[in-house]
């Protein structure tokens, strides 16, 4: 079995952008609405005190004003081609107030990628995690049936278990209620004598879960709707191309890395789909494994895959070749990503942790032929830490630079068609 953990996350439904093959039939002008707003007016507009509450299903009850985030979403257009459409405003990635009300509208309706099928092979494995807010456990129980919960003692809220491993129950640490790998509440200690209390209502709350391939899949949102084609929901018509891509081939996990890094987790986002612009200026070393007059990005409804060729550098006289003939990156909105080159395949996870902070969670597998070989897997993971390291670096400074009221609005580059694509159902979800 391939092994993945990572806890990315997958929207909610919503209306379909067209394939990239329909992207020309986008139409739309350039318009005043799209022109610069000042940092101060964005800032008086979120002084608004017209207030609204989220909707019943979202995991807490938070308020926003709805005119000042209405008036944020709106800033940018996405009927506006990119060859004429502006970026998002700087206050997309620096507003707290924004990113609360992102919270609840990007990350709490779809499916997310939250673990790999190897951490739960066998019965009673399980493992935690966190996305925003929602603390879960997903589990597998003495009928090998896949179960996700939140992870929250009914009793008073204390987190009910913590790493990864085997269990036979769940025992709060705090009081020691326990609970059933199925979630039901076997045992509450010192409630003889409590009124109209059952057992049988306060069980764990359950998350839906599902599989595809070697990943794990969640649903925080409480709406109980049936599913249909999970692979048709996450990953829409491009679900093909992965598989073909070698996506959900046979790879052993060989080690994580996270980074923890100082900016909004769409700053990340952005940074990966610009279409390898970035590349020749910050990652010299990766461009020679690299033909970029190959690369290429097409679009689907929730993803979008940028493919490149290895470069005529490719192997190097030591015949060491990390990179292989062929790239895929895959981007899974809102902050999942799928790499596979060569014998590789790694992935990354955006945590966001606040407006200007994000956690990234690198799982890295390999083909079975050469998980032995440590020398190569030592010098694989030295190149790819230093690519990961440069793009710290980057992703830091266009945060500050976002923060500073020099800037408030770019523009796109032709390169840059999945980053447009990103913001574009970014704005889908975000809109009210």
Known sequence: MMTMMMMATITPPSPELPSSKLTSTTTGYLKTSVSSVSQSARRR????????????????????????????VEE??????????LTPPSSWYTDHQFYR?????????????????????????????????????????????????????????SILASGCGKKSCFVCPYHGW???????????????GIENFSLNEM?????????????VLLKVTREIESDGSVASEWLGSSAGKLSEGGVDSHLNFICRREYTIECNWKVFCDNYLD?????????????????????STTLFERVSIQECDGGSKSGGEDGFDRLGSQALYAFIYPNFMINRYGPWMDTNLVIPLGPRKCKVVFDYFLDPSLKDDEAFIKRSL????????????????????????AYDKGRYALVEKAMHHFH??????LKL
């Open 76 to 85: 940018f257009d996405p009927e506006i081609l990119v060859e004429r459409a």
């Open 424 to 429: 574009c159902l970014l704005h889908q979800n």
């Open 101 to 157: 009300y992102e919270l609840d509208h990007v990350f709490y309706g779809g499916w997310q990628a939250v673990g790999y099928t190897d951490q739960i092979k066998d019965n009673r494995d399980f493992f935690i995690g966190r996305l925003g807010e929602v603390e879960y456990v997903v589990c597998r129980d003495d009928d090998g049936k896949i179960h996700g919960f939140h992870n929250v003692c009914s009793h008073h809220a």
């Open 275 to 295: 279409g390898g612009y970035h590349v020749p200026y910050a990652h010299k070393g990766l461009m020679s494994g690299l033909d970029l007059e190959t690369y």
């Open 178 to 192: 326990t609970y059933n790998l199925n979630g039901s509440l076997v045992k509450a200690t010192r409630m003889t």
């Open 203 to 215: 069980g764990l709350k359950p998350l839906r879960v599902a599989v595809w391939g070697p990943f």
């Open 45 to 72: 507009r979120l002084n608004s005190t017209l207030f609204c509450t989220r909707p019943p299903s979202s995991p807490s009850s938070r308020v926003f004003s709805a005119c000042s985030i209405s008036n944020l």
């Open 382 to 405: 030295e190149e790819s830490e230093r690519v990961q390291m440069e793009d710290v670096g980057l992703c830091e400074s266009v945060q500050r630079g976002l923060e500073s009221p």
